[in-house]
């Protein structure tokens, strides 16, 4: 007979290789058809709510690593928490409003100018459509769980109608205004910008100086001295309306070049360096304060520059007098207001000189910087002139420099709830914890934020004009115009009059002839996305108010985190979260930004049609999101080879339980082994860990968690020594059944701690495991820790036998390289051991042959009699040496008993008995 076929070999059809890229989309297919995002809702029901809300990414182009990394770490927290004791919906977004929509129809030929606003718009709507249906595919390709067929989109009637209840909320609290203040104004768009919307990038600027020479010095300086500026933007000089300098700073009047200068006394050094004046003889000393009122010439135009006194002047760098241009920065128009200097804003909406700027009208602002400079050099008033390469702010949309520029904009102000905003952040949950340090500095350092756009696709700013210029927001009109959007779409502003879109009847003192207009303004897209507690929180009957998490990229302190709670703290007086999460950037493989240009750029869509989404997924898991994060091929190959040994440990476990019924066959714990229950103390561990480290978020911990348990306390030790017993034994021998009792626990166990993160594999281990009741592993709850009987002893003793065991190995090794042994099973070791050894060698029952995989095995004495020629190490010296007898045909030991059942002539007395049993099976 054959014996190898009596012997039970592991049985499976769970395929060994993992072929994701194929199998993923049957899996994602089945999700569909049975819908299991609504059966996990459905079974949750009724728990506490978790929700985490989903920041909206735009409407623009293919997913990209970042939002990989960002939609599979939302996807880890809802699939665990819907796991462990949570109703945890997850309903996607889109911010669908903005420029780069309309640049993208432009670049597609769309002629702007050629019709309507309203028809602009609707294409624009219709691009954001197909936009979102791309994205939505790929995010389910990620194998992200969600209500993707109803998601929350920001340009659907009933976003824009809350988002203008939003608006009119703030406006009736005082906190919206319009006024003329200098903004960030990008010309390549043509509009105002928010702080959230400016980057930064170097630039080479002009470096100038310039003397401005005194007209009154109200005797305190002489009409021979010039004040000394410095400005890296020639082309705000036509704008200058004045100079602040610091009332506490000393200044200087030095005599250089035959001039009399002012400067301050702290910069002299660096001044005279910089300029580079030869000597500089200071003549005369002033405070700032002493400087007040007088006036200075402008160096090109006929008229006055007035010295000002401004907290805001710093000694960080130029002269400690700062030229002074009202329409062209913040801290200059506020000092400028104060001394009643008016706004002077000589560039137009793009960028261009006006003819406020005599001699350089219809100059871009840039090119004007050279004329503007040889005109101060004409003028004598140019004292030196270089070239600076330095931070410059730029439009993050088209990457172009943005200027200061005072217009008239629409202003929600934050001055006035400020200190609700810094009790909302401390009352949140941070992490990182520096996050709260990182939002407490913008919000207490921020100024008003600047919410009116100059474009067309987005939501219009819900303001009518009566006939005397007076503003029209009443809850009157916010809840019509926001009952309008709610039925007809934010188009309708478009497509009507002023007076077809008033409440019917309405009427205002300052219109005695009912003649209205409306504002032409959209909101910031900011405001938009910020809306979002009110416009889906609060508008969903499965959501709610505040949500438990806000979870996106750590650029959105800024952004989405700042607006959101902006528009919350002003409408409901608390922060629409609990907590906030955020993640860093993905790089390259060397730290270095992703770019088209350098070629490093890694795309998710390639990355799931070669590795597959559950590669990504573990990936994802691996790295420390918190801080910037790299990927590469090497880095994905080396998370592919750690998925296939999880994906090979769930296919042992399950081809030797395929005889296993655990209802009829389990053995309970005070039953089994020591090892047995080593093993599932060690496993209601690693289910302790890995519970921690979701709740924290730290899913770095259960990578390496799960990876460890699955190479060194499974395949290397308790699987290793298993087979002898699984393979080996008869079907319902007491040892094999008390070992697959420990496989069970340990693959049900495992499956559900990783169904957050490899959610196709657990799917797929899951329909091959047997017993199990439930159609997907996320209709399950994780597995519970238990306090096992003897927890601490059991562990202390086993883990003390582990590290007697891999000695053990080494010496075994170490012996095969001396061709001392061929396989372990034909080695005898024998151990001189130390007093604690032999104390932990005579507390086991088990047999020690098999658990050191080796044919025999002795302890021959003590450590001090060990021979020369054994391997000393901590805590035993080992001598390996052949071991004595024949091989037994079927389970490979080495004995002198080999043969000695005569029926059975090449195998050993156990094998001989397990195959008599199986034959008087079979008959």
């Excluded at 004040?227 to 300098?245: C, E, F, R």
């Excluded at 573990?618 to 999880?646: F, G, H, M, T």
């Excluded at 302790?688 to 699955?710: L, P, R, T």
Aim: aromatic share 10%; net charge negative.
């Amino acid at each position: 007979m054959e014996y190898k076929d009596t012997l039970l070999m592991p049985k499976t059809e769970f395929p060994m290789r993992g072929n994701l890229p194929n199998r993923e989309p049957e899996i994602q297919e089945h999700w569909q058809e049975v819908d299991i995002y609504k059966q996990v809702q459905e079974r949750t029901k009724g728990r506490p709510m978790f929700v985490l809300h989903d920041g909206p990414p735009y409407a623009n182009g293919d997913i990209h690593m970042g939002h990989a990394l960002n939609k599979v770490l939302k996807d880890f927290i809802v699939r665990y928490k819907s796991m462990s004791g949570y109703n945890a919906p997850y309903v996607p977004g889109w911010d669908t409003h903005g420029l780069p929509i309309e640049q993208a129809l432009t670049n597609k030929g769309v002629k702007r100018k050629e019709m309507t606003v309203a028809e602009f718009r609707k294409l624009c709507a219709e691009y954001a459509y197909q936009q979102i249906d791309s994205q939505r595919t790929q995010f389910k390709r990620l194998g992200v769980r969600g209500d993707w067929e109803n998601p929350y989109i920001t340009l659907e009637p009933e976003y824009e109608a809350q988002q203008i209840r939003v608006f009119g909320e703030m406006a009736k609290k005082g906190y919206i205004y319009k006024g003329l203040k200098p903004v960030y104004w990008s010309p390549s768009s043509e509009s105002a910008l928010a702080e959230a919307e400016i980057e930064y990038q170097d630039k080479r600027s002009p470096s100038i100086f310039v003397g401005f020479k005194v007209k009154d010095g109200k005797g305190v300086l002489d009409t021979d001295t010039e004040i000394l500026i410095w400005t890296t933007t020639p082309w705000t000089i036509p704008a200058n309306l004045g100079i602040s300098v610091h009332p506490d700073l000393t200044y200087v009047v030095v005599k250089a070049n035959g001039k009399k200068y002012v400067v301050a006394e702290a910069l002299l050094e660096s001044v005279t360096n910089e300029v580079g004046w030869e000597t500089a003889e200071v003549v005369k000393k002033v405070t700032g304060s002493e400087l007040e009122y007088v006036l200075a010439k402008h160096p090109i135009y006929d008229r006055d520059s007035l010295v000002m006194l401004g907290e805001h002047v710093t000694t960080d760098a130029g002269t400690g007098c700062v030229h002074t241009a009202p329409g062209h920065g913040e801290d200059d128009f506020y000092v400028g207001q104060k001394y009643g200097l008016g706004v002077l804003n000589p560039v137009d909406d793009k960028g261009v000189m006006t003819d406020e700027a005599p001699g350089f009208e219809g100059l871009f602002y840039d090119t004007a910087n050279k004329p503007i400079t040889e005109k101060l050099e004409e003028a004598g008033a140019l004292v030196k002139l270089s070239f600076i390469n330095h931070s410059y702010p730029h439009d993050w949309r088209t990457k172009k420099p943005v200027i200061f520029r005072a217009t008239a904009q629409w202003f929600a102000s934050i001055k006035d709830f400020r200190e609700d905003l810094l009790d909302a952040v401390e009352e949140t949950k941070w992490v990182p914890a520096w996050g709260e340090t990182r939002l407490h500095n913008m919000v207490r350092d921020r100024g008003d934020w600047c919410i009116s756009r100059q474009r067309v696709w987005g939501v219009p700013i819900p303001v009518f004009y009566a006939e005397n210029g007076d503003q029209v927001i009443t809850d009157e009109t916010i809840d019509h115009v926001s009952a309008l959007f709610r039925k007809h779409g934010s188009n309708i502003w478009f497509e009507k009059e002023a007076n077809e879109l008033l409440p019917e009847g309405f009427s205002h003192p300052g219109s005695p002839n009912g003649i209205f207009t409306k504002e032409t303004d959209i909101m910031d897209v900011w405001f938009d996305s910020g809306s979002s507690h009110q416009a889906v929180l609060e508008e969903r009957e499965d959501l709610q108010r505040p949500a438990d998490l806000y979870l996106e990229g750590s650029d959105q302190y800024r952004g989405w985190f700042n607006s959101s709670l902006s528009t919350a703290v002003a409408v409901t007086g608390k922060a629409p979260y609990k907590g906030v999460l955020s993640h860093g950037f993905t790089l390259d493989g060397e730290g270095k930004k992703m770019s088209k240009s350098l070629g490093n750029v890694i795309v998710p869509a390639k990355v799931m049609n070669q590795l597959g989404a559950d590669i990504l997924r573990l990936w994802v898991a691996s790295v420390d999101y918190q801080s910037d994060v790299r990927v590469s091929d090497p880095i994905l190959k080396q998370v592919a080879e750690v998925y296939r040994k999880i994906r090979n440990t769930f296919r042992f476990l399950l081809g030797n339980l395929a005889d296993f019924n655990p209802a009829a066959d389990a053995v309970p714990f005070e039953n089994l082994r020591e090892v047995d229950q080593f093993m599932l103390v060690k496993l209601n561990k690693l289910i302790k860990n890995v519970h921690d480290a979701y709740e924290n978020f730290e899913f770095a911990g259960i990578y390496h968690a799960v990876n460890n348990f699955c190479t060194l306390d499974l395949s290397a030790f308790y699987l290793d020594f298993a087979k002898d017993v699984l393979y080996i034994e008869a079907k319902d021998n007491a040892e094999r059944r008390a070992i697959q009792t420990v496989l069970y626990e340990s693959l049900t166990a495992l499956v559900k701690l990783v169904a957050p993160i490899l959610s196709h594999t657990a799917d797929e281990v899951w329909a091959h495991i047997p017993a199990v009741d439930e159609k997907s592993v996320q209709l399950t709850d994780m597995p519970q820790y238990r306090e096992l009987p003897n927890a601490k002893e059991l562990e202390e003793k086993w883990t003390a036998f582990m590290k007697l065991r891999n000695d053990v190995l080494k010496a075994l090794e170490e012996a095969r390289n001396e061709k001392v042994i061929g396989k372990s099973l034909t080695a005898k070791v024998t151990l001189f051991v130390r007093d604690r050894t032999k104390a932990l060698l005579d507390s086991i029952d088990e047999n020690l042959e098999q658990l050191f995989i080796v044919s025999s095995f002795e302890v021959a004495g003590s450590y001090e009699e060990a021979p020369e020629h054994a391997l000393k190490l901590e805590n035993a010296a080992i001598v390996v040496s052949k071991a004595e007898g024949e091989t037994c045909e079927r389970c490979w030991v080495v004995t002198p008993e080999v043969g000695q059942v005569p029926e059975h002539p090449t195998l050993c007395p156990r094998c001989a008995a397990v195959v008599e049993k199986h034959y008087n099976h079979l008959s």
